[in-house]
């Protein structure tokens, strides 16, 4: 039995990138393992968020996890701040962090780009807090998508770093990615990734979004002229995005896909695309309307953020100790 630790931003309403490469394995793992899974509300702020907004999308984020198939009774969901040792183990890890290393980071050279001269301190120690998350569960595997792999490296290192010169108190994480790292791209610019902060709402499918909306969107999505189904992330990165959704919604591979749509059009491919994402995505909406509303909800993460509490009240302790940040 491992421990597993993943987290999602309530900073807007989930897409499909969310769900095929990090929600969907959330529930796979939860059988044989001891799973904590987070909305992260402290990271959402790392850029100004709407109060209300973002009180209402904790709530939401956390019936699209129950609603995806998460059990209460197996993982333990929570909400970030409701769990201080996060932002505690947070501040150590930004302590231990260097300017140059966070710098280095594309989520933050992504974000800032938009901020122009005023860029929120959060932004760059993003990373640090995400470690703090991670290691104040002794994760072993960390079920994120591709995108987060730079931010699992740093983890990892300022795991290594604490370890080093303080004293074995951190188990090193390892990043777990499924279906061989899906990268959902923007459906309007292809060369990058499908956000839920985006505010090109044509270029995201969102998990609530309805059946015809789905089919408007990836009929509209950016292809090329070459009218071939075919796998070639540079030469045609809008139709590959297409063949890449495909493949995770249905587990066929790409040569499967490429053969049963030799000789067809755009047209036929993007709709079995539209039908094969919509009847994943039914049964996850009918489920989460039942959920959000239902008082079931608050226990639930009530009782989430007590059993966060317990076990990130050990590991904060041992790093206390270990650092000297006590006086008896
Ligand atoms: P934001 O734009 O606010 O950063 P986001 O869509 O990137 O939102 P996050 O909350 O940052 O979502 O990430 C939640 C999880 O979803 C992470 O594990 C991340 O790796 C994964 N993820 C995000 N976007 C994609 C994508 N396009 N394809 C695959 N996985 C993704
Ligand atoms: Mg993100």
Redesign the pocket.
């Known amino acids: 039995m491992s421990i597993i630790f ?4 309530p ?2 309403n989930l ?1 499909l ?2 769900y ?4 969907r394995n959330f529930t796979k793992v939860q059988h044989d393992n001891e799973c904590y899974y987070c909305v ?1 509300n402290q ?2 702020i790392t850029v100004p968020q709407d109060p209300k907004l973002l009180h209402q999308r904790t709530r939401e984020l956390a019936a699209i996890y129950l609603a995806a198939g998460l059990d209460p009774e197996k993982a333990t969901l929570f909400v970030q701040s409701e769990v201080p040792e996060h932002a505690q183990l947070g501040w150590i890890m930004t302590t231990l962090s260097y300017v140059g290393e966070l710098e280095r980071m594309t ?1 933050y050279k992504d974000k800032a780009s938009k901020r122009g001269d005023s860029i929120p301190a959060g932004l760059l120690t993003y990373p640090p807090l995400m470690a703090a998350d991670i290691l104040l569960y002794q994760t072993n595997y960390v ?6 792999k730079q931010h699992m490296e740093i983890t990892r290192d300022l795991a290594q770093r604490f370890n080093r010169l303080y004293g074995e108190v951190f188990t090193i994480p390892q990043i777990l990615l499924g279906h061989d790292g ?4 923007s459906l309007q610019e292809p060369t990058k ?6 505010d090109n709402t044509t270029a995201t499918i969102y998990l609530l979004d309805n059946p015809k909306d789905i089919e408007k969107k990836i009929k509209r999505a950016q292809t090329d002229s070459e009218n071939t189904v075919r796998y070639d992330i540079d030469c045609q990165p809008g139709i590959s995005n297409l063949i890449e959704i495909l493949s995770a919604v249905t587990d066929k591979t790409h040569e499967e896909i490429e053969a049963a749509y030799a000789g067809k059009g755009y047209g036929v491919f993007k709709k079995d695309v539209a039908d094969a994402v919509i009847s994943v995505l039914e049964p996850i909406q009918n489920r989460y309307q039942e959920l959000v509303g239902d008082p079931e909800l608050d226990r639930i993460l009530d009782a989430g953020a007590a059993k966060a509490h317990a076990k990130a009240s050990v590991t904060y302790e041992k790093v206390c100790q270990a650092m000297g940040l006590f006086r008896k």
């Open positions: 993943s987290g999602i931003q900073s807007g897409t990138g969310n095929l490469g990090a929600l992260v990271h959402a989520q079920p994120v998508g591709d995108d987060q899906t990268r959902v791209m990734k499908m956000s839920k902060s985006d």
